[in-house]
């Protein structure tokens, strides 16, 4: 409740990132598919699991902002700690989702050549990270629990990953894939 305000912020701004993050799925999903050909499976798949993944996360960061905001300070301590697990949870389940979105993306970028080697390399540490962070369900304090060292690891390399490969993908807007 102290820090109502400052989550409340970040909670904004998460959802201005939104914006951004369904336009970067968009461009994904279409760069993907004409490196594919065909049906284009993988990069729907990749698609699919990027929207499933961001609203999970999402759905868990609209419940701590409005616990934070409203309901924590009126609610009891059993609900504010029901509804603040709802939240962890939500963002632990987000990354079976973001597993999906990097290994898809990498199985392209392997079997067609369409992204750099090192970059599709990345997304199967991304994809491995986010695996093995979700057994932060299990534990409830170290490296393994949520928002220990593997989990902030994990969320380092994603954004990491993301960043390059919508570095890659906006130099390559345009541009015939390379097969």
Known sequence: VDGGDSLVVSGYLWGLSGLFYFWFLGS???????????????????????????????????????????????????????????????????????????????????????????????GWLVALLALVGSGSVFAETGPFAAGGALSVLGLAVFFLWFLALSVVLTQRAGRPVNR
């Open 28 to 122: 994904l999903r279409s760069y993907l598919r004409r490196a594919e050909g065909d049906a284009g499976r993988l990069s729907a798949i990749a698609f699919g699991a990027g929207i499933a993944g961001g609203v999970v996360f999402t759905m868990g960061t609209l419940i701590s902002v409005a616990l934070a905001s409203d309901i924590a300070g009126a609610a009891s301590g059993e609900t504010t700690v029901a509804l603040h697990e709802v939240a962890t949870h939500a963002s632990m389940y987000s990354t079976f989702a973001f597993v999906v979105l990097a290994a898809a993306t990498s199985v392209v970028s392997g079997r067609y050549r369409a992204l750099p080697a090192w970059l599709g390399w990345l």
